[in-house]
């Protein structure tokens, strides 16, 4: 199979997230006014999904070592269906956030089966050019979310927007068990036990290393949730854009994810990935300096969205770079390594986004600063990353020689 043909398929499948998060957006108002609620309050439906799709991980990485992607993988389809015919169902806002938690279960085991599939195909450099290509098909998904979201609106209302979802589970099951699965390379199954393999993860935390590129992508992942849960706010209620001008806005982030995605490609074959990285996060800080300024001085729309794009947009480079990083010393636990970088994120993340939703009243201030804070500690986290990754691999290079 083709790196191409592999990205499509796997690109597909990430993309189950993003629209989940994302594809009801526009229609924050609508559930708000339907269940009699206060507008923020929706965005728990948003964290609980996000909190959820991040722990489950932690279930599904071993499970995915042990009893087989593809197992592993139709599962989390199939609860990830059920839950959003559910959640089109729901009739109150309690109702609605336990069916969406259930929904981040399945859509937890399928996000943790894919970065194992690419750590199980390809590694290094490699790796880094297919997560940037899987990316780059994914985005697809994020840009035209809020889109599909206001469409459905206009059809009818935002339930229609979860039968969607559990249409795309099922078409994706059918996809994958037609034109993927068949045509993978062979991997041995993990014979230890789940107890066995659960234990694996104290593995991960002690690898410094690793766990430098899960804090990098907790907190650009943070900086990232801040926005999209606060963005129908910001572009809506704050600015008093329609639902097409938000959902053009929003693309506008992906537009340029997809731009600095094509341009990271190129430079692999110049640097490290994990020199890449250092840079792109240091201009994600940059960007969200200026957004910071921006907002104290009261700025105008076009400045505000643009420094949000722009830091949103280094997300294109970031991503497929430290994924690289942070499961290239975990060849035959990819499963478990996924996990543990994806609940880090996911629950991290959604606590962030929950507690800023809680408390961080109407304004835009706290929200841009609570993405600036997130970004403080990835630069930090990035700066020593490239030595700490040539210590790493020379540590290995010693070992190998002495074995």
């Not at 300096?289 to 009261?298: I, K, P, Q, S, T």
Request: a neutral charge.
């Amino acid at each position: 199979m083709s790196h191409f043909q592999l990205a499509l398929l796997l690109g597909m499948t990430v993309a189950l997230g993003p629209l989940a998060l994302d594809a009801y957006l526009p229609a924050f108002p609508s559930i708000a006014d339907g269940f009699g609620i206060p507008h923020a309050d929706v965005g728990l439906t948003l964290s609980a999904y996000v909190a959820t799709l991040g722990l489950a991980q932690l279930v599904g990485g071993p499970l995915s070592d042990r009893y087989g992607r593809r197992n592993i993988l139709f599962a989390g389809l199939a609860v990830f269906a059920i839950a959003s015919l559910m959640v089109a169902l729901a009739d109150n806002l309690t109702s609605m956030i336990a069916w969406r938690v259930v929904q981040g279960i399945g859509g937890a085991f399928c996000a943790v089966s894919v970065p194992a599939i690419v750590r199980d195909q390809v590694g290094g450099q490699e790796a880094a050019r297919l997560f940037g290509l899987i990316g780059l098909i994914m985005f697809v998904a994020p840009a035209a979310a809020p889109s599909l979201g206001a469409l459905m609106l206009a059809l009818g209302d935002w339930h229609l927007i979860y039968v969607f979802l559990a249409g795309y589970a099922f078409f994706l099951a059918v996809v994958l068990q037609l034109a993927l699965f068949p045509r993978l390379k062979p991997r041995p199954r993990a014979t230890t036990p789940v107890k066995t393999l659960v234990t694996n993860y104290m593995l991960v935390l002690r690898h410094r290393t690793t766990m430098r590129f899960i804090g990098i992508q907790v907190m650009c992942f943070s900086s990232m949730m801040l926005f999209i849960t606060h963005s129908s706010f910001i572009y809506q209620e704050w600015f008093g854009l329609s639902n097409s001008t938000f959902s053009m806005l929003f693309a506008a982030n992906i537009g340029l994810m997809a731009v600095l995605n094509l341009v990271n490609r190129p430079q692999l074959r110049t640097f490290s990935s994990v020199v890449l990285l250092r840079v792109q996060v240091v201009i994600q800080f940059v960007m969200l300096l200026g957004l910071v300024a921006v907002v104290m001085m009261d700025g105008p729309l076009w400045a505000v969205a643009g420094f949000i794009i722009a830091a949103v947009g280094c997300q294109g480079g970031i991503v497929p770079n430290n994924m690289a990083n942070a499961l290239e010393f975990f060849p035959h636990m990819g499963g478990t390594a996924a996990a543990m970088l994806g609940a880090s994120q996911f629950t991290l993340a959604g606590a962030i986004s929950a507690l800023s939703a809680a408390f961080g009243g109407e304004a835009l201030l706290p929200i841009a600063l609570s993405m600036l804070a997130c970004s403080v500690g990835a630069v930090l986290l990035s700066l020593g990353a490239p030595a700490a990754v040539a210590r790493e691999k020379a540590a290995e290079a010693a070992a190998e020689a002495a074995a």
